[in-house]
């Protein structure tokens, strides 16, 4: 059974950093392109950042470039997405999906929530 | 920038048919977008129905089928239950690794 598991949202002052994470079981992760998909309060969903199944390879919406930074550790079967520099219209649930081809997302973990307010 | 139309909202009989639509503020969409759909309920992670236009996802039943109409990508649940009655995401796929979201349509079920 695929899955994935979010964590390390919190609380986070403007302009301050956070990690989060997602764990993957249940399939090879290493071979997988993966995302992270966000969703603030009230809001719909907003693809923000992609990687390669080597990590070779990353993608970012515009309104987090250079900001967040896209990662993985295959030999932890975990995914990451380093935020810095946060703003208010950054608290949103973050998810991570599995992203097949980079055309569409396939297995969703339950999303962990940041919050970024003073 | 890509902005993906849906319609914010429709409304669709116990037992109807609805089909819910998917487009460009410019241009047409395609099956080179890879439209998808995903169904969403307060509270919840997303599932994926439909990927590449019109392949279901694991499990998803029947009932449930994607295409293209006309310009934009199509979602259309025929035989409406009440557990229909969610928000439904559609995404096209913009190239160099890239997805955007639709602004998501909330189907009642009445």
């Known amino acids: 059974e695929v899955q994935l598991v979010e964590s390390g949202g919190g609380l986070v002052q403007p302009g301050g950093s956070l990690r989060l994470s997602c764990a993957a079981s249940?399939?090879?992760?290493?071979?997988?392109?993966m995302s992270w998909v966000r969703q603030a309060p009230g809001k719909g969903l907003e693809w923000v950042s992609g990687?390669?199944?080597?990590?070779?390879?990353?993608y970012y919406a515009d309104s987090v470039k250079g900001r967040f930074t896209i990662s993985r550790d295959n030999s932890k079967n975990t995914l990451y997405l380093q935020m810095n520099s946060l703003r208010a219209e950054d608290t949103a649930v973050y998810y991570c999906?599995?992203?097949?081809?980079?055309?569409?997302?396939?297995?969703w973990g339950q999303g962990t929530l940041v919050t970024v307010s003073s | 920038q890509t902005v993906v139309t849906q319609e914010p909202s429709f409304s669709v009989s116990p037992g109807g048919t609805v089909t819910l639509t998917c487009g460009l503020s410019?241009?047409?969409?395609?099956?080179?977008?890879?439209p998808s759909w995903y169904q969403q309920t307060p509270g919840q992670a997303p599932r994926t129905l439909i990927y590449?236009?019109?392949s279901r996802s694991s499990g998803v039943p029947d009932r449930l089928s994607g295409s293209i109409l006309g310009n934009k990508a199509a979602l259309t649940i025929t035989g409406a239950q009440a557990d229909d009655e969610s928000d439904y995401y559609c995404?096209?796929?913009?190239?160099?690794?890239?997805?955007?979201f639709g602004g998501g349509t909330k189907l009642i079920v009445l």
């Open positions: 999906a599995t992203y097949p081809r980079y055309d569409h997302f396939d297995y």
């Open positions: 249940g399939f090879t992760f290493s071979s997988y392109v």
């Open positions: 990687i390669s199944g080597n990590g070779g390879s990353t």
């Open positions: 410019s241009g047409s969409v395609s099956t080179s977008f890879y």
């Open positions: 590449s236009t019109n």
């Open positions: 995404v096209l796929y913009v190239g160099s690794g890239i997805s955007v």
